[in-house]
C-alpha cells in the first residue's frame, strides 16, 4: 500500500459515500502542473468544496510522522484555501504496516494546532509515545490518540455503497460533507 492507494481510497469514500466530486489535480486534462497543489479538490454540489492533502505513515517503518512531508507549497495551498473557503482544507492520513490500517480525515487548521503543539517538543508526531520519547509527550497524551476524533471507520461490507473503500468519516465531521439532510444520512447509518 502507498500514498497513491491511500488517495484513491478516500477518493471513493467522498465520491460514492458522500455524493462529493472529488478530483486529482494529475488528472484533470489540460490543467497546468502547479507545485504544491494538494492531492483533491473536492466539489460539493450543495456547497462550498475544499482541498485535501493525502499523505501516509508507515509504522512499519517510521515511528513519527514527520511535519516535513507536508512540503512549504502544499502548506500554502492549504493555508490560503483554509482562509477564503468555509469548509476550508483537510489533511487525509492513512496508517499503513499495521493491521487494521487506520484513516484520518483531520480539519487544516487542527493540524496546525496539532503541530504547533509539538514543535516545543519536536517536529513530528509519535504514533505512540512511549518509551524513548520526551516524558512531556508521554504524559501530556502527544501523539496519534490526538487523532482520535478524526478516525474513519471501516463500513461493513454489507453496509458498503456500491464503488466506495469501505470507510467512512466520522460522525462529528459527516455533517459537513453529506449531500443529504442529516436525518437521511443517519437512517443509512443503522
Same mark, same amino acid.
Given at each position: 500500500?502507498?500514498?497513491?492507494?491511500?488517495?484513491?481510497? #478516500?477518493?471513493?469514500?467522498? +465520491?460514492? +459515500?458522500?455524493?462529493?466530486?472529488?478530483?486529482?489535480?494529475?488528472?484533470?486534462?489540460? #490543467?497546468?502542473?502547479?507545485? @504544491? +497543489?494538494?492531492?483533491? !479538490?473536492?466539489?460539493?454540489? #450543495? &456547497?462550498? &468544496? *475544499?482541498? =485535501?492533502?493525502?499523505?501516509?505513515?508507515?509504522?512499519?517503518? /517510521?515511528?513519527?510522522?514527520?511535519?516535513?512531508?507536508?512540503?512549504?507549497?502544499?502548506?500554502?495551498?492549504?493555508? =490560503?484555501?483554509?482562509? !477564503?473557503?468555509?469548509? @476550508?482544507?483537510?489533511?487525509?492520513? @492513512?496508517?499503513?504496516?499495521?493491521?487494521?490500517?487506520?484513516?484520518? !480525515?483531520?480539519? $487544516?487548521?487542527?493540524?496546525?494546532?496539532?503541530? /504547533?503543539?509539538?514543535?516545543?517538543?519536536?517536529? %513530528? #508526531?509519535?504514533? %505512540?509515545?512511549?518509551?524513548?520519547?520526551?516524558?512531556?509527550?508521554?504524559?501530556?497524551?502527544?501523539? *496519534? +490518540?490526538?487523532?482520535?476524533?478524526?478516525?474513519?471507520?471501516? !463500513?461493513?461490507?454489507?453496509?458498503?455503497?456500491?464503488?466506495?473503500?469501505? $470507510?467512512?468519516?466520522?460522525?462529528?465531521? /459527516?455533517?459537513?460533507?453529506?449531500?443529504? %439532510?442529516? %436525518?437521511?444520512?443517519?437512517?443509512?447509518?443503522?
Amino acid at each position: 500500500m502507498n500514498e497513491s492507494q491511500v488517495r484513491n481510497e #478516500l477518493y471513493r469514500m467522498l +465520491r460514492y +459515500r458522500y455524493n462529493l466530486w472529488p478530483d486529482h489535480f494529475a488528472d484533470i486534462p489540460g #490543467l497546468k502542473k502547479q507545485p @504544491g +497543489r494538494p492531492d483533491l !479538490v473536492v466539489m460539493n454540489p #450543495l &456547497g462550498p &468544496g *475544499f482541498y =485535501m492533502e493525502v499523505k501516509i505513515i508507515n509504522v512499519a517503518k /517510521e515511528t513519527a510522522f514527520h511535519f516535513d512531508k507536508i512540503s512549504a507549497g502544499q502548506r500554502r495551498w492549504l493555508s =490560503m484555501w483554509e482562509d !477564503v473557503r468555509t469548509d @476550508g482544507s483537510w489533511l487525509g492520513l @492513512g496508517v499503513i504496516g499495521t493491521r487494521p490500517r487506520k484513516m484520518y !480525515v483531520i480539519p $487544516w487548521s487542527t493540524w496546525l494546532s496539532i503541530e /504547533e503543539l509539538l514543535t516545543p517538543f519536536q517536529n %513530528s #508526531l509519535p504514533y %505512540s509515545a512511549g518509551p524513548g520519547y520526551r516524558v512531556e509527550l508521554q504524559t501530556m497524551g502527544l501523539d *496519534f +490518540r490526538l487523532l482520535t476524533p478524526f478516525l474513519c471507520t471501516k !463500513v461493513k461490507s454489507s453496509e458498503r455503497v456500491s464503488g466506495e473503500s469501505g $470507510w467512512r468519516i466520522p460522525l462529528t465531521l /459527516e455533517c459537513l460533507w453529506t449531500t443529504q %439532510s442529516p %436525518s437521511q444520512t443517519s437512517s443509512k447509518m443503522k
